[in-house]
């Protein structure tokens, strides 16, 4: 079993950055992968980044490439997702997940752990 908190989200200007954070709890924190998906009002779940450590593998979503960067802490057992340039369209609740294994799956359905999530918002 696997227990997410995130926490780090909030109001922050277009243009400007935030960074989440994922406090992961349960079991070994280096055998799980982990990523990020985020719901706008009225718009499906979409996925926004994920990270395999153990399989060296990281994916993101065309939308936040180049802007979004996922990491971990191992020794605070943590993943983050560093936000910069956040643009109006970034506005979401983000949700932290995790599965065990080797997977950077864009796909909600490969990962049996979410939290509850965080909101961010940026204004137009």
């Known amino acids: 079993q696997v227990q997410l908190v995130e926490s780090g989200g909030g109001l922050v200007q277009a243009g400007g950055s935030l960074r989440l954070s994922c406090a992961a709890s349960g079991r070994t924190f280096s055998s799980i992968s982990m990523g990020w998906f985020r719901q706008a009002p009225g718009k499906e779940r979409e996925f926004v980044a994920a990270?395999?450590?153990?399989?060296?593998?990281?994916t993101y979503a065309d939308s936040v490439k180049g802007r979004f960067t996922i990491s971990r802490d191992n020794a605070k057992n943590t993943a983050s997702l560093q936000m910069n340039s956040l643009k109006p369209e970034d506005t979401a609740v983000y949700y932290c997940?995790?599965?065990?294994?080797?997977?950077?799956?864009?796909?909600?359905?490969?990962?049996?752990?979410w939290g509850q999530g965080t909101q961010v918002t940026v204004p137009s």
């Open positions: 997940v995790a599965a065990y294994g080797s997977t950077a799956s864009g796909d909600r359905r490969a990962y049996n752990y």
């Open positions: 990270a395999s450590w153990t399989a060296g593998i990281t």
